[in-house]
Every structure is written in structure tokens, then in C-alpha cells.
């Protein structure tokens, strides 16, 4: 069945970095995302790899690995508003995209 | 700039009732998603359309939810006997599916139902 794993809290620091982690066992693989969803709003988009390696986007980083059904999402100079919660989704063909359960990281001053 | 909205924000019901729900998507995007999300856990995929075509539908979705695109353009979900089970939020999503495999899907405020 599908199935991906990505710890269910973290807390960091203000200006530190933090690394939220995900693993999958998918049926299909078309593509891995990462979301951000704060309290009581729609998820944004924030990262896409289809191949092995790291994506840069500002503060934001996404690493994957697909011959382990790995992936990070790396954030650099934490701000308070980057309290949220984070979803790794992996797309398993055109339509389907399976969604962990969310990572919430809390930034503390 | 008009994103993907959904209406209504928020629905009561009582155990029983039927509910629809609608989705207007970006209005060049092709396809559709609905979702849905309860406390702690992440967006659920119940179902997808490409212009008016469901294409993929969950197996986790029992015959009383239908959805339709019936003009390729908005989209309702229905629930038919509504149980306390339903209570969630209700997540669309819309995308342009080109031959890029790189199709973000951007994701509506949400519809909260709440089965009494």
C-alpha cells in the first residue's frame, strides 16, 4: 500500500537551520512535492523533484533520493512565520498525489 | 487575481442530510482535484478530472460522495446521508496538466463540514 513517513513534530530556533525528513512506499512515482500549511489554511506549494538531488529556492531546499524513497526539506534562517505545518506528497501518476501526515514545526524566538 | 475558491467556507448539518459543495478552479487549469483533510493528518485524495472526465476516483470512497465537472469548468461534491464521519475539511485543487510532468497543484481555502 502507500505509505509516507515524515516525524510528526519539530522544534527550532529563530535564524537556525532545520531539516524535516520523508520516507515513501509508493505504487507509483511521478514526483515528490512539499507544502506548507499553516493553521486552518489551504496548503502552498513550496518544492518539486522528479530527480535525484537537491532543488534550491531561497531559504528553502528539497533533497531526494529515489532509489532510497528518501526526500528533506531544508530551511535556512528560520523565521517566526515559518511555524507551520509541512507535507510531503508524492504524485503516483497524472491525478493521484498521496500526502504524509504533516510535519509542525514550531520556531521559537 | 482570482485563485481557486470554494463555497461554502463553512456547513452544519445534521446526520442524514445531503450536502453539495462547489469548487471554481484557476480558470485555465484542466484538472481538478478534491481532498479531503481532518485534524493531524494530511489531504486525503478522493477523486480527479481532467476538463469534465473523472479519470481516477478512490477506492476509499463509499457510493454515497459523487462529484462532477460537467463543463470542464467548476466542480460540486456531493454527499449523500451525511454521517458524523464526514465532519472534515473538504480540499479542491486545480492544475494545468501539460506534458511537463511538473503540474503544481494550488489549493482552494477549503470547505468545513461539520455533521451533527
Known amino acids: 500500500g502507500q505509505n509516507i513517513d515524515q516525524p510528526t513534530e519539530m522544534t527550532a530556533t529563530e535564524g537556525a537551520i532545520v531539516q524535516i525528513n520523508c520516507t515513501y512506499q509508493?505504487?507509483?512515482?511521478?514526483?515528490l512535492f512539499w507544502y506548507q500549511q499553516h493553521a486552518g489554511e489551504a496548503p502552498t506549494f513550496l518544492s518539486y523533484?522528479?530527480?535525484?538531488g537537491l532543488e534550491e529556492k531561497g531559504r528553502f531546499s528539497s533533497f531526494l533520493s529515489r532509489s532510497k524513497g528518501y526526500s528533506y526539506l531544508l530551511l535556512k534562517e528560520l523565521q517566526m512565520k515559518d511555524s507551520a505545518s509541512y507535507l510531503c506528497?508524492?504524485?503516483?501518476?497524472?491525478?493521484?498525489?498521496?500526502f504524509g501526515d504533516g510535519t509542525t514545526l514550531t520556531v521559537k524566538p | 487575481d482570482t485563485g481557486v475558491s470554494q463555497n461554502p467556507r463553512h456547513k452544519i448539518t445534521k446526520r442524514g442530510q445531503n450536502v453539495t459543495f462547489r469548487c471554481d478552479p484557476i480558470?485555465?487549469?484542466?484538472?481538478l482535484y478534491w481532498y479531503r483533510q481532518t485534524l493531524g493528518q494530511g489531504p486525503e485524495f478522493l477523486t480527479y478530472?481532467?476538463?469534465?472526465?473523472?479519470?481516477?476516483k478512490s477506492r476509499l470512497l463509499s457510493d454515497r460522495f459523487s462529484a462532477e465537472r460537467p463543463k470542464g469548468s467548476f466542480s460540486t461534491l456531493e454527499i449523500q446521508r451525511t454521517e458524523q464521519g464526514d465532519s472534515a475539511m473538504y480540499l479542491c485543487?486545480?492544475?494545468?496538466?501539460?506534458?511537463?510532468?511538473?503540474?503544481?497543484?494550488?489549493f482552494g481555502p477549503g470547505t468545513r463540514l461539520t455533521v451533527l
Open positions: 485543487a486545480s492544475s494545468f496538466g501539460g506534458s511537463s510532468s511538473y503540474n503544481e497543484q494550488f
Open positions: 509508493t505504487s507509483g512515482f511521478n514526483g
Open positions: 523533484n522528479v530527480l535525484d
Open positions: 506528497a508524492v504524485r503516483e501518476d497524472a491525478g493521484k498525489s498521496t
Open positions: 480558470s485555465e487549469h484542466n484538472r
Open positions: 478530472f481532467q476538463n469534465e472526465a473523472q479519470l481516477e
